[in-house]
T-cell receptor, first 119, second 116 residues
Framework: AQKITQTQPGMFVQEKEAVTLDCTYD???????LFWYKQPSSGEMIFLIY??????QNATEGRYSLNFQKARKSANLVISASQLGDSAMYFC????????????????FGKGTKLTVNP | SAVISQKPSRDICQRGTSLTIQCQVD?????MFWYRQQPGQSLTLIAT?????????ESGFVIDKFPISRPNLTFSTLTVSNMSPEDSSIYLC?????????????FGAGTRLSVL
C-alpha cells in the first residue's frame, strides 16, 4: 500500500529565506506521481507542483521546486524567498499508476506540515 | 486547470439534520472525488463518483451516511446525513485535469461544516 510521510509537524522560516519541507513515500509501483498542495487557513487546497516518477528533471514552478530523489523515495518541497503569505499547511500527496497502467486514480496524502513565515 | 465551484462554503447545522454539498466543474470529467478533512487532520477520501453509476466508497464510509449523486459529467452532490458533532469537518470535491504526462487533481474551495 502507498504511504506518504511528512515528519515535520511545524516549520518556521524568516521572510525572504528558503525553506525545505520533507516528504518521503513508499510504493511498489514503477509509475506514480507526487504532488504538493498548500492549504491556507481558509481551507482550500491549492496545487503547487507535480513530479512524475519518470521525470528526470526536478520540477519547478516559480518559487517552488521539488527535490526528487527517487532512490531515497523522497520528494521534498523547496520554497525560495519565503513570503508572509506562504504561511499555511503544506501537504505532500501521491498518486499510484495511471488507470491504463492498472492504477486507481486515488491520491494519498501525508499528515501535513504547518509552515510559519516570520517577518 | 479547472474551475470547481463548491457550495455552501460553510454551514452550521443541528445534530440529526442533513446537509447537501454541491460541486460544479467547468468541464466534463469522468470521475469526481469527495474528501473529508477532520479538524487538524489530513484529507481522507470518502468516495469516487462516476456519472451513471453508483459511487465507490472507501473503507469506513457508507452510502446511507454519505449518499452521492452524479447526474451529469460536470456536477455532483454529497449529502452528510443524520449529522453528529463528529461530522464537523471540511468537505472537499476534486477532479483530475490534464494529460497522461501531467495529470493534476484540483480541488473546490471546500465546505466547512460545524455540527452543534
Amino acid at each position: 500500500a502507498q504511504k506518504i510521510t511528512q515528519t515535520q509537524p511545524g516549520m518556521f522560516v524568516q521572510e525572504k529565506e528558503a525553506v525545505t519541507l520533507d516528504c518521503t513515500y513508499d510504493t511498489s509501483d514503477q509509475s506514480y506521481g507526487l504532488f504538493w498542495y498548500k492549504q491556507p487557513s481558509s481551507g482550500e487546497m491549492i496545487f503547487l507542483i507535480y513530479q512524475g516518477s519518470y521525470d528526470e528533471q526536478n520540477a519547478t514552478e516559480g518559487r517552488y521546486s521539488l527535490n526528487f530523489q527517487k532512490a531515497r523515495k523522497s520528494a521534498n518541497l523547496v520554497i525560495s524567498a519565503s513570503q508572509l503569505g506562504d504561511s499555511a499547511m503544506y501537504f505532500c500527496a501521491m498518486r499510484d499508476a495511471l488507470p491504463f497502467e492498472g492504477g486507481s486514480e486515488k491520491l494519498v496524502f501525508g499528515k501535513g506540515t504547518k509552515l510559519t513565515v516570520n517577518p | 486547470s479547472a474551475v470547481i465551484s463548491q457550495k455552501p462554503s460553510r454551514d452550521i447545522c443541528q445534530r440529526g439534520t442533513s446537509l447537501t454539498i454541491q460541486c460544479q466543474v467547468d468541464s466534463q470529467v469522468t470521475m469526481m472525488f469527495w474528501y473529508r478533512q477532520q479538524p487538524g487532520q489530513s484529507l481522507t477520501l470518502i468516495a469516487t463518483a462516476n456519472q451513471g453509476s453508483e459511487a465507490t466508497y472507501e473503507s469506513g464510509f457508507v452510502i446511507d451516511k454519505f449518499p452521492i449523486s452524479r447526474p451529469n459529467l460536470t456536477f455532483s452532490t454529497l449529502t452528510v446525513s443524520n449529522m453528529s458533532p463528529e461530522d464537523s469537518s471540511i468537505y472537499l470535491c476534486s477532479v483530475w485535469v490534464g494529460t497522461v504526462a501531467k495529470n493534476i487533481q484540483y480541488f473546490g474551495a471546500g465546505t466547512r461544516l460545524s455540527v452543534l
